[in-house]
């Protein structure tokens, strides 16, 4: 086939275009300039749009022997990952900006053009094992990124290679190194990566400006503090609520829900949080249909953690997932997840957009 | 012929069509030769003693056979490492100097479509040294006339400290009329400087006969090796070091002499400038024939910049070996992919550090809409281009165009 291997930078999409390479495929690397301001050089391990990181694609190409092109996908990314980013938390929801970036960008517009340019299929670094357009979670538990893939289409998914799926991250670094990647001992990106400081509240405080408004208690209505915009918050946080006094009961107090137009963030005890059932919008489904009206599953309602057992109907509005247990902080703008549990990794049957929790 | 793409269209070329010369061309074996044998020869240029005298009796012929080759005197050569380095100096080293003697000279005149070199040069000394950049527009086809330069120079001749208009123009091929443009600058008392490092070897460059108070030009643009150039600077033009150190060069550029590379420069020097006339039909013949054929399969695609149909200072009003052409609806990144699959090395604009195509600001300035712009690709001929090249680009142009555009829906920016 001929690949066209999308190139971070990294370690993992390194050693996936090796891969792809050595089984016999075409491969082309591509490096995506996703930064409108690409100049400065990255430090520690954070970014993946800098141009050491453009250096380091490029090496890793030398290395495999593999043509390699830099195109600029910044606009296009700014607009439908930072932007919808933005409006994500302008509007008291919290979004996950690395599935957005696989849903629009990856496996989008840049999987649609590799195909328009003659080629069968975009291989990428991430962590999820893709065997005949069934996608299951990577072997490697700890590094599993079929979460932020689970929105992918039965057509995306026919068109996308993983090849380090079914590897474990310290093996992966390892064959980096046996191949002569320089970046087999790069350490790992873990933040945003267009937001290299790590300070989110920073970066939006710096596009939506000052928003006042309460953060109240959510059983008394009681306003406890003053903030400075919605975006400062996410469903489940405790730190930086800007609350002096303590709780009446003395145990902490977390963030229960966002209401964007009147600003007011209402918080509570760490109980208050338990949700039973989660209302998802926009179901895109891996098979191309949901699997029945009413299905067992496990749901996963975050990219780590917050796993549950679940029952999901679909409904004219999305999907409406009832869980066995409980799952703390399940905040809006996030996905649900939906899996058939298997003994050779679980399947991902489908990815919704969370608009309510109870 | 056209043919049917297959399979390894997208990954496998087979051989090279190398039709960007306007980057780098292919060192002449002569060059080659002569810098191999140099650099067998120990001497420092400076050195007092026979293997010194040595060095730098091959430095001064080298700087002799160069004076002459482009009608300078032998004192006027000031070598560099290149075109870079000799834009930088002439452009900032002018600015200090013109300053220094009146503190009114605070605007940099350039073109705005110069060579980074010379863009960015001016822009840091708006940003560090308190100038005041003056972009010089130009026409449809990128030139700049006369009469803007008269009218921006009128405006307030006591405050102009320099201009900067390049001799031909390294994306679109447009030459720029630089005998008039230095008379218009002499009016007024200014120091024009000259970018030529496209034109020397291809067009007739006479450096007195120009005008030019300052001309930049290049090695490896004409045959000659990476990093070795020249800064020709008048005689009486004041103009402030960048570099300090031994003192060379006029004391306007320190730095131990690279005797070699001097030696392979005034070479390539030599040999371009005297097969330039013959060189010159050998290449416009080569490039119009790539027009009619790429024209003839994309009926929609256009020539930017000038015809090459006119005169201008006695030579073609267009650069012999440049075809810059537009392909409504295509990325240039897409565009230069499949052809690099096929064994076709093209440009799409000048490359930026990242390695991203940024739509040309000289496209821009002519006045191209920013898709235009991004949909562009430059061929360029050399001494080593065949007929066989413009052939390999017309056997494919057509179905990559159509690729290209089936790709160009999925467009990042812009057009959508």
Redesign the interface.
């Known amino acids: 086939m ?1 690949v066209l291997a999308a190139m971070s930078g990294g370690v993992d999409s390194a050693v996936a275009a090796g891969r792809a390479v050595d089984a016999g495929h ?3 690397g591509v ?1 995506l ?1 996703l930064s409108e301001t ?1 100049d400065a050089l990255r430090s520690g391990s954070r970014g993946c749009c800098s ?1 050491e990181d ?1 250096a380091d694609a ?1 090496r890793a190409a030398d290395v495999l022997d ?2 390699f ?8 990314f700014t607009e439908d990952v930072v932007d919808d980013f933005v409006a994500a938390y302008a509007e008291g929801r919290t979004p996950n900006p690395c599935l957005r970036c696989n849903e629009k960008i990856k496996f989008s ?1 840049l999987l ?2 590799a195909l ?4 069968d299929a975009v291989c990428t670094g991430h962590y999820a094992r893709n065997v005949s357009g069934v996608l299951r979670r990577a072997v490697d538990a700890d590094k599993d990124q079929s979460y932020v893939l689970a929105v992918l289409t039965r057509h995306q998914l026919a068109h996308a290679m993983f090849p380090i799926g079914d590897t474990t991250k310290p093996r992966v670094r390892a064959e980096a190194a046996e191949r002569g990647l320089r970046v087999a001992d790069k350490p790992d990106s873990h933040d945003i990566c267009f937001i290299p400081s790590g300070d989110t509240r920073a970066f939006l405080g710096a596009r939506l400006g000052t928003r006042p408004g309460a953060v109240v208690d959510a059983e008394t209505g009681a306003e406890l503090a003053r903030h400075d915009g919605v975006h400062g918050f996410t469903v489940g946080q405790r730190k930086g609520l800007g609350i002096d006094a303590p709780a009446g009961d003395g145990r902490p107090r977390y963030v229960l829900g966002i209401e964007p137009v009147s600003g007011t963030v209402r918080v509570g005890p760490a109980a208050a949080l338990d949700v039973r059932t989660v209302e998802a919008e926009r179901p895109v489904w891996a098979a191309g249909a949901a699997p029945g009206e009413r299905f067992d599953c496990v749901a996963q309602v975050r990219a780590h953690g917050g796993l549950a057992a679940a029952t999901a109907v679909v409904t004219d509005a999305g999907v409406v997932v009832e869980l066995d247990e409980p799952l703390r902080a399940v905040a809006p703008g996030q996905a649900v997840a939906l899996y058939r549990p298997d003994a050779d990794g679980d399947v991902v049957l489908g990815s919704a957009t969370i608009t309510a929790t109870r | 012929m056209a043919r049917q ?1 297959t ?6 070329p087979a051989k090279t069509t190398y039709l960007d010369h306007a980057a780098t061309t292919p060192v002449l074996d002569e060059v080659v030769a002569a810098m191999a044998d140099a650099m067998r020869r120990t001497g420092n240029a400076s050195s007092l003693h026979t293997s010194g005298r040595r060095a730098r009796r091959d430095v001064e012929e080298a700087r002799e056979r160069i004076a002459a080759a482009v009608g300078a005197r032998p004192s006027e050569v000031v070598l560099t490492t290149g075109g870079t380095e000799s834009d930088n100096l002439a452009v900032k080293g002018l600015y200090w100097a013109r300053r220094a003697a009146d503190r009114r000279r605070r605007r940099v005149l350039v073109s705005s479509i110069e060579h980074h070199a010379v863009l960015d040069a001016a822009t840091w000394l708006s940003e560090h040294e308190d100038a005041e950049v003056e972009l010089l527009g130009v026409d449809e086809v990128g030139r700049v006339t006369p009469a803007s330069l008269r009218a921006a120079l009128a405006r307030d001749p006591a405050s102009a400290a320099l201009v900067s208009v390049m001799w031909a123009n390294n994306e679109v091929g447009t030459v720029n009329p630089i005998r008039e443009l230095a008379a218009v600058a002499h009016e007024f008392g200014v120091p024009l400087h000259t970018d030529a490092v496209q034109a020397v070897g291809v067009l007739p460059v006479d450096f007195t006969a120009s005008g030019a108070d300052a001309l930049t030009l290049t090695g490896h643009k004409l045959g000659g090796p990476y990093g070795a150039g020249v800064l020709l600077l008048g005689r009486d033009i004041a103009l402030t070091p960048l570099l300090h150190g031994g003192g060379q060069e006029r004391d306007v550029r320190s730095g131990t002499l690279d005797t070699p590379s001097v030696v392979a420069l005034a070479k390539a020097v030599e040999v371009a400038v005297a097969d330039m006339p013959r060189r010159a039909a050998v290449l416009s013949g080569l490039r119009d024939d790539l027009v009619g054929k790429v024209l003839a399969s994309v009926p929609d695609a256009t020539l930017n910049g000038d015809p090459g149909t006119g005169v201008i200072d006695g030579g073609p009003s267009r650069l012999p070996g440049n075809a810059h052409l537009s392909f409504p609806g295509c990325e240039g ?2 565009l ?3 052809l ?2 096929q064994g076709i090395e093209c440009s799409t604009g000048s490359a930026c ?6 739509p040309s600001h000289v496209l821009l300035a002519m006045g191209a809409d920013e898709a235009t712009a991004r949909g562009s690709l430059r061929f360029s001929f050399g001494h080593t281009s065949t007929p066989a090249d413009v052939d390999a680009v017309a056997a494919v142009i057509g179905q990559v165009v159509d ?2 555009r ?5 467009v ?3 057009g959508r």
């Open positions: 001929r075409d491969v082309v490096h300039a690409p141009r453009a490029r593999i043509p092109y830099v195109w600029d996908f910044a606009a296009r517009a649609d053009r328009a340019l003659g080629f | 793409m399979q390894a269209d997208v990954t496998s990144d897409s230069l992919m499949l690099d699959a550090t990242a390695g991203v195509a940024q690729r290209a089936r790709a160009g829906q999925h990042p920016a812009g």
